[in-house]
């Protein structure tokens, strides 16, 4: 089943703007991570956020995380048309088996040069 | 080595054939999985090994067969497929290292696979 919901499902922006994409869950999390996908192929890991952190960057990016909404975002910076992709957010819940890795529904996102 | 190969990118089957899709990392990690994903969709988990032993598997049908030969092995053995199970496969892997769950997984490039 799927944990996270992305919202917007796409977003179209132009060079240079910047990205945000939310995500929300619904179980308690170990932690949460972004992932990217280019036309169907494998997922890059972008970056990971522990249930205890508020936010974090990475170059471009800047993800925070609220777990008292079960929500986090995603921010890309200075957009790229190469940034254009699949964004996922997925998570490793808290108890139980911590091996599973669920993806929300994620972003198509359009970056137009 | 930081990547995770696997075989072949592109695979055309018929509902009676048997195929493996195959799936190698050198990275040292401990954890192997196996995903599907449809056109438009997010990656469903399907198995989960650990320490080569099959740890999770998410309700999927007999037709799918994983196998862990090795640490850095896993296949992937599919035989009386449908249509339906048309799909790009993913396979990743993750280190089980201290904090283990804190870790980033490594997906390789996907085999898309069609069933006709």
């Known amino acids: 089943s799927q944990q996270g919901e992305e919202d917007p499902q796409a977003l179209s922006i132009q060079e240079g703007e910047n990205a945000t994409m939310n995500c929300s869950y619904k179980t308690s999390i170990n932690n949460l991570q972004w992932y990217r996908q280019n036309s169907g192929r494998g997922l890059v890991h972008l970056i990971l956020?522990?249930?205890?952190?508020r936010e974090k960057h990475s170059g471009r990016l800047r993800v925070t995380l609220d777990t008292s909404k079960k929500s986090s975002s995603l921010l890309i910076t200075a957009s790229r048309a190469a940034d254009t992709a699949s964004y996922f957010c997925?998570?490793?819940?808290?108890?139980?088996?911590?091996?599973?890795?669920?993806f929300g529904k994620g972003t198509l996102l359009t970056v137009n040069p | 080595d930081t990547e995770v190969t696997q075989t072949p990118k592109h695979l055309v089957m018929g509902m009676t054939n048997k195929k493996s899709l195959k799936c190698e990392q050198h990275?040292?990690?401990?954890?192997m999985y196996w995903y599907k994903q449809k056109a438009k969709k997010p990656p469903e988990l399907m198995f989960v090994?650990?320490?080569?032993?099959?740890?999770i598997n998410e309700s999927v049908p007999s037709r799918f067969s994983p196998e862990c030969p090795n640490s850095s092995l896993l296949n992937l053995h599919l035989h009386a497929l449908q249509p339906e199970d048309s799909a790009l496969y993913l396979c990743?892997?993750?280190?089980?290292?201290?904090?283990?769950?804190?870790?980033?997984?490594?997906f390789g490039s996907g085999t898309r696979l069609t069933v006709v």
């Open positions: 990275m040292g990690h401990r954890a």
């Open positions: 090994y650990s320490y080569e032993k099959l740890s």
């Open positions: 990743a892997s993750r280190n089980l290292g201290g904090g283990r769950q804190n870790y980033g997984y490594t």
């Open positions: 956020i522990r249930s205890n952190e």
């Open positions: 997925a998570t490793v819940n808290s108890g139980g088996s911590n091996y599973k890795l669920t």
